[in-house]
């Protein structure tokens, strides 16, 4: 067996990407690892270029310029709170691509009339699991844009017509695999003796002639439109999983649709015989997987909880949203509560998705610097589903040099909440809601939440009575204890600085 510059070049591939998946486990290696990463992926395109001939460099030059653009534009100009709905995007159009592509061969393999069932069964998975990834993370793309709402999108029989259509792909599969098995048959008269052709043959039979017309090749090619077909049912189920998913689920049902790009781009490595894909999506099948898995357990859910828990009208608790309602919870003015804080001897933060909105971590870092000036101890609670995408509030409070030892997981913090003086809620809603402890009805009944009601007192800064991204009420401003503190979080968090150096 020769090793050739390619096989080494991808090998090399390989080897950065596991280092770097490795170094993205901290937030101290983070950016290393996602630059080797890119290293990584940086050689394998070179490679390809410079080493194999399947593609004319026109179409490859095209192809980069307009992968290039997109990228350098994602990264350059999408807000850092929109980093969710792109990376849902890119990773649709990764399963996107791996469909196309076992679209491609599959197209190929038909005009060739050869298309063996070892071969139609990897194309196959492919092309499903890349359309599901990819209509699946269309609408998670939606949800998170909040161009389509965040409740649980259903309708009668839904359970059935998925059911029917996950049917519709294995049974329809195993005909387009079946179909284009190759049979061989030998033939003991010479070419001029008729050809045993079965009398079912279908009309797309071919017949063959090898070698010395001894043998005879039957090639039952399955038809595009059967292939078409089920892979069109596929891309619909992608899409009716995920429109019943409620928002608090949106997070497990991300990593799943992530680890289905993974496992279709490892399959469109065995399609096109290339190592480095096969690599790659096998890490990103692997990682996904084990992040859905984390996740699921982060939110006390099972996966089928997830997937199937969802279908029926959620039931809204107490009816806070509108902003009318603001009668039956109390506010609290920047001068009341900067007091409370300047004199507490800890005070723990909540930072939500409200603090990535209003890029409000700057602020918070002064105020707990003044915080601690005075001799309080600031400590900041991080639920793994806070924000919009995991490690959200990690990567925001780094980027504001809060230093990571102040940084306490759920577990570690939940204890801590019966000692704190005062819990400071910025922008953080869903992750706080005791209907998840209380509420049986409630649709994230069950969800492990940061236990800041169990703080002397609890202030919220955000700006309305609406609720988070679940759409469901939260319990706790109902609380006694609970005092809000309406509008913007950077501008509150700033005002409350400003009034705790004052005082
Ligand atoms: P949410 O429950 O979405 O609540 C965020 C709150 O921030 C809202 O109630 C909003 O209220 C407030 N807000 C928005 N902009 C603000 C601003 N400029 N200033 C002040 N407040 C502002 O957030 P959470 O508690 O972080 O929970 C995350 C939710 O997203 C969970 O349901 C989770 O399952 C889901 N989710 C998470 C992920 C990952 S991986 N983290 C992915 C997808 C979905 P106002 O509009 O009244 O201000």
């Known amino acids: 067996m020769t090793v050739s510059l390619l096989d080494v070049a991808y090998l090399v591939s390989g080897i950065f990407f596991i280092i770097g998946l490795k ?15 890119a290293i990584g992926m940086g ?25 290039a653009v997109v990228g350098i534009a994602g990264a ?12 849902a995007i890119f990773n649709g159009a990764g399963g996107g691509a791996a469909a196309l592509v076992a679209a491609a061969d599959f197209f190929q393999h038909i005009d060739d009339r050869l298309l063996p069932a070892d071969a139609s069964i990897v194309i196959l998975l492919s092309a499903c699991i890349g359309a599901i990834s990819f209509t699946g993370s269309v609408v998670a793309y939606l949800k998170l844009q909040e161009l389509i709402g965040g409740r649980p999108i259903t309708f009668r029989g839904q359970q059935l017509i998925n059911a029917a ?12 695999v079946t179909s284009g098995v190759t049979h061989t048959h030998e033939l003991l008269s010479p070419l001029s003796a008729s050809v045993p052709i079965p009398h079912a043959a279908p009309p797309n039979l071919d017949v063959r002639l090898a070698g010395n017309a001894s043998l005879v090749r039957l090639v039952f090619a399955p038809t595009i439109e059967a292939f078409l077909f089920v892979v069109f049912a596929a891309a619909l189920l992608g899409i009716l999983v995920v429109l019943p998913i409620g928002g608090a689920d949106m997070p497990v049902i991300i990593s799943l649709l992530n680890s289905f790009t993974g496992l279709a781009a490892a399959m469109t490595g065995f399609v ?41 009208a959620p039931v809204a608790t107490a009816g806070l949203s509108d902003t009318s309602s603001r009668g039956s919870v109390r506010e609290a003015s920047a001068d009341d509560v900067a007091t409370m804080l300047a004199y507490a001897r800890q005070v723990v933060v909540v930072p939500g998705y409200g603090l990535a909105v209003a890029q409000a971590q700057h602020a918070v870092r002064e105020l707990a610097e003044r915080l601690e000036a005075r001799g309080v101890v600031v400590k900041y609670a991080i639920h793994p589903v806070a924000g919009r995408m995991p490690g959200h509030m990690n990567v925001l409070l780094a980027e504001a040099n809060v230093p990571y030892t102040s940084l306490y997981d759920m577990e570690d ?6 000692r704190t003086d005062v819990a400071l809620i910025i922008g953080a809603n869903d992750v706080t809601n005791p209907a998840a402890r209380i509420d049986r009805s409630s649709p994230i009944y069950g969800m492990p939440i940061l236990d800041v009601d169990r703080a002397e007192r609890v202030v919220v800064l955000k700006r309305s009575m609406k609720p988070g991204f679940a759409g469901i009420d939260n319990l ?7 005092v809000m503190l309406f509008g913007d979080a950077k501008e509150s968090v700033e005002r409350l600085g400003l009034a705790v150096k004052n005082l």
Not at 285 to 312: H, W
Not at 413 to 418: K, L, R, V
Not at 476 to 482: I, Q
């Open 272 to 312: 096109l015989n290339n190592t480095v894909l096969i690599i790659s999506g096998a890490l990103v099948g692997a990682s996904g997987t084990l992040l859905t898995l984390l996740m699921g357990k982060a939110m006390n859910r099972s996966l089928t909880n997830v997937l199937f828990g969802a279908f029926g």
């Open 23 to 37: 170094l993205l486990s901290s937030p101290k290696h983070a950016r290393l690892g996602n630059r080797l990463s």
């Open 413 to 418: 913090i939940n204890p801590e909440f019966s």
């Open 76 to 87: 350059r100009f999408v807000k850092m709170t929109a980093m969710p709905q792109m990376v």
């Open 165 to 176: 259509l996950l049917a519709v792909v294995f049974i329809g599969g195993w005909y387009v």
């Open 476 to 482: 706790l401003y109902e609380d006694p204890r609970c």
């Open 43 to 67: 050689i394998s395109l070179v490679a390809v270029m410079l080493c194999s001939g399947f593609v004319s460099w026109n179409v490859l030059l095209i192809g980069l310029a307009l992968g």
